[in-house]
């Protein structure tokens, strides 16, 4: 039986700074999932929803007039992403 | 662009009292220890009790549920009809690009021929502006605070004056703490443009096969506008109906909502044949990006505009949305009639 989960990330850009209101979407993946993309806070969190773990996704981060595309391989709802930005 | 896409339903509500009024039959169920070869003619089926499994009757899985909010107490039609009817109000504002894709566009067979050979691996939507004529108006950008404080982007459709039809997704996320804390919800929303004005609501429905069993199948629910709050007696209002296989699979799925990737205070568009059909799943290579959960997957004869399903998935395989089968449709119904 499969397994779905959440899984945190937090979003910096090269400085270090957390940035927010960057929209982040699953582009592909493992299995399927839901057709929805989180909004980052204030401290660069946001969060992948009800996805099979373990499981393969690519996210596009979307924000500050900018794209970027982000390969991950999640493990466990343990997992941290941590993407710069 | 990546097409992306993929199970039972009891309509639940957030606890504000509009719960089923419908009597679920509880079927007989003998329980026999058999350790002979005791005959199993005639025996009826129950289902294993194992530990995390929670649906233990699937026939109640589109049971209503709420988050428990209302704002008032509103009688229920008794309407039986498996084709509800919207209101585009203003018929002569109806857009070129939905007549385009109606669902009888065999009239125009190298038009769609065209759009099917090239979907495959590239972007077709297309972006609807202006989204001041029905139907594109009565789409909705969902701005969403979970339990938790997270927020999401989604989309929504009117189909009264109060009460948008969204994915199950959209208002109970479970592992962001159940129901949502608020949806703001703006009709025709175009860039900085709010031509219906918004506003926000925590009265949430959907059904226990989505909240309680996380259901592929049920995921679709339902948000309650305030009274003063009535964009779809304006804006005009999605009809959605029950279609079987071969209709479905013959006819050409309009789908519209605010992807992500625009930026989520877009709309953009697309059509096409869907490419197969399940019991409760219509799967597409209609392109979506996340923000478009939530969106009406509909069929247009006329000026008919019938929702036959709620977009909620992604995936290269296909995207794909809930199927608006007899349960659904009694829901949306019950729904419905609750933002009049």
């Known amino acids: 039986m499969e397994t779905r989960g959440s899984v945190k990330g937090i979003l910096k850009d090269e400085s270090g700074k957390p940035v927010r209101d960057a929209i982040v979407m699953i582009v592909d993946g493992s299995s399927d999932f839901n057709d929805m993309a989180s909004v980052s806070n204030d401290e660069g969190e946001f969060y992948i929803s009800n996805v099979v773990i373990p499981g393969r996704y690519v996210l596009q981060i979307q924000g500050n007039d900018q794209q970027k595309r982000k390969e991950v391989n999640l493990s466990s709802t343990d997992t941290v992403i941590k993407i710069t930005y | 662009m990546s097409s992306k896409s993929s199970t039972t339903s009891r309509s639940t509500a957030n606890g504000n009292g509009h719960g089923s009024e419908t009597s679920y039959e509880e079927p007989s169920i003998s329980q026999k220890s058999s350790q002979g070869s005791e005959s199993n003619s005639g025996a009826e089926t129950e289902i294993e009790k194992v530990e995390g499994y929670n649906i233990s009757k699937p026939w109640e899985s589109d049971k209503e549920v709420s988050n428990g909010k209302e704002f008032a107490a509103f009688e229920t ?49 297309v972006r609807i502006n202006p989204t001041t004529s029905f139907p594109w108006r009565a789409i909705c950008a969902l701005k969403i605070t979970a339990q938790n404080g997270s927020r999401w982007i989604g989309t929504g459709w009117l189909v009264s004056p109060r009460t948008v039809i969204t994915a199950g997704h959209c208002v109970f996320m479970h592992d962001q703490g159940g129901w949502a804390r608020s949806i703001e919800v703006i009709p025709a929303m175009n860039d900085g443009s ?73 709309q953009w568009f697309m059509a096409l044949k869907p490419k197969s059909v399940s019991s409760r799943i219509i799967t597409y290579d209609i392109d979506t990006m996340g923000g478009q959960s939530g969106a009406p997957v509909w069929i247009k004869v006329g000026e008919s505009r019938s929702a036959v399903g709620i977009h909620t998935n992604g995936h290269t395989s296909g995207n794909s949305a809930t199927r608006i089968v007899t349960a659904v449709f009694n829901n949306l119904l019950t729904w419905k009639n609750l933002g009049l």
């Open chain 2, 77 to 125: 039609l008794g309407e039986t009809s498996l084709e509800e009817t919207g209101t585009s109000l203003s018929g002569s504002e109806v857009q070129l690009l939905d007549a385009f894709y109606a669902s009888y566009s065999e009239l125009i067979p190298e038009a769609k021929k065209q759009m099917e050979e090239v979907i495959i691996g590239t972007d077709n939507r």
């Open chain 2, 194 to 266: 709010r031509p219906h004005g918004s506003g926000s609501s925590s009265v949430l429905r959907s059904v226990t096969g989505w909240t309680q069993n996380k259901n592929r199948e049920n995921d679709y629910g339902a948000i309650i506008l305030p009274a003063n709050f009535r964009p779809g007696a304006v804006t005009g209002s999605f009809g959605f109906s029950v279609k079987d296989d071969a209709y479905l699979k013959s006819s050409v799925l309009n789908l519209s909502g605010y992807p992500g990737d625009k930026g989520g205070n877009q």
